[in-house]
């Protein structure tokens, strides 16, 4: 592939630091994006397609193929990338913090991240680079998502403010964001006084914001409080969400973010199998070593909370179990790893994507399709994971 410098001299230098300096406008520069991002920039308006090229792809590097890597906060939200289809689009992520403390023995994170959570250094100096690089290169909106990979509200932010920093900021440049969703086991820190006033800020849809229409079409709000919620009885959070804010304390939050009007989605996820098990002999999940997690009873209370408070929605997504970074799966889930076994027979469960699943007829027969008939039941919509981010705008 030919290589792109920018000058003679630029490039000599350029060799000397062991870097190359990549010509962003050169047309061949489109080649060099790895395949899975390309649909991003594709078809859209060749400013915009310039703009996010310079925000996400790096301006110096030495390696044949690029990704997304360059923004030091603000980055790329690219869960699926590695799909053959890459469906999220230009779409934002702030990881407020490393980690997280909720400790929920189903995270997903664990696979990437360490365990014990962390602020990260320098954070506000960073965030105020990206969002000025955002400014400097007039990229587009697009919806921002804090945080995958950690809760924005645990309790590192109530000593270093990181996740308040980062609303100040998005509002600041609230024009170079479209939806702000959060999503947190603590919407109690989420309703106080001083974060209430930053998520109704960031709410208000100013009549020149880029995406005021766009949002107007579709009924959505500018803001969202996203709260995960997957057990009704403390005994079952305790369980499965070690060190999260209990039941009672999420429902009274959840119900404070309402009666401030903010826009909440309830996450009844990740839906587990209940007992008794069809397993030959029958089981149940104490035998097994684990606690029922969700009873058709507590799924009945929990879609009948969300539509009692009038989330937007409900977001759903069967129970993977994941392989953790750097060390092995907790007791639990080699339990829960036990029981899929049993339930997936004579099939195996599906390894993919770093974690384990049931297969599709398994998990419809079990999970998804008791949970979906309650929604349907109490009138409450109901959205698979990823149709939840995809059709966020
Ligand atoms: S709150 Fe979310 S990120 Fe934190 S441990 Fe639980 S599942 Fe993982």
Redesign the pocket.
């Known amino acids: 592939m030919k290589q792109l410098v920018s000058t003679p001299v630029e490039a000599h230098q350029n060799l000397r630091s062991g870097v190359i300096r990549v010509d962003q406008s050169n047309p061949d520069f489109l080649a060099k994006i790895d395949p899975h991002f390309r649909p991003v920039w594709e078809g859209r308006p060749a400013a915009e397609e310039m703009a996010l090229r310079r925000y996400f792809l790096p301006h110096r590097s030495r390696q044949a193929v690029l990704t997304p890597s360059r923004p030091r906060v603000i980055k790329w939200y690219c869960p699926f990338a590695a799909q053959s289809v890459f469906p999220t689009g230009h779409r934002y992520c702030i990881n407020v913090y490393v980690?997280?403390?909720?400790?929920?023995v189903?995270?997903?994170?664990?696979s990437y991240?360490p365990a014990t959570p962390a602020c990260k250094q320098h954070f506000a100096r960073l965030l105020a680079k990206d969002l000025a690089d955002l400014e400097r290169f007039d990229v587009p909106p697009a919806p921002v998502h804090l945080?995958?990979?950690?809760?924005p509200f645990?309790p590192l932010e109530l000593r270093f403010g990181h996740t308040k920093c980062a609303l100040e900021g998005l509002l600041a440049h609230r024009h170079r964001f479209s939806t702000v969703t959060l999503?947190?086991?603590y919407p109690g820190v989420a309703a106080r006084a001083d974060y209430l006033q930053l998520l109704k800020s960031l709410g208000e849809i100013a009549p020149m914001h880029p995406c005021a229409d766009r949002w107007a079409a579709a009924g959505s709000p500018a803001v969202q409080v996203e709260v995960?919620l997957a057990f009704w009885r403390e005994e079952a959070r305790l369980f499965w969400?070690v060190?999260?804010a209990s039941v009672a304390r999420r429902i009274e939050g959840i119900r404070a973010l309402r009666a401030a009007g903010i826009p909440v989605v309830l996450r009844i996820d990740p839906l587990f199998p209940r007992s008794p098990l069809p397993t030959q002999p029958v089981q149940t999940l104490p035998d097994c070593g684990l606690v029922e997690a969700q009873t058709l009873a507590d799924l009945e209370s929990l879609v009948s909370f969300a539509r009692e408070v009038g989330v937007r929605h409900v977001v759903y997504s069967p129970a993977k179990i994941v392989l953790p970074w750097r060390s092995g799966l907790p007791a639990a889930m080699q339990d829960l790893l036990r029981v899929y076994r049993a339930l997936a027979a004579p099939q195996k469960p599906v390894w993919r994507g770093g974690s384990w699943r049931l297969p599709r007829p398994v998990v419809e027969q079990l999970m998804t399709g008791p949970f979906l008939e309650i929604c349907q039941r109490h009138g409450v919509t109901a959205k698979f994971c990823m149709q939840n981010l995809i059709e966020t705008i």
Do not use: F, I, P
């Not at 980690?99 to 929920?104: I, P």
């Open positions: 980690g997280c403390s909720c400790r929920c189903y995270c997903y994170a664990t991240e945080s995958n990979s950690s809760d645990q999503l947190t086991k995960s969400d060190a999260a």
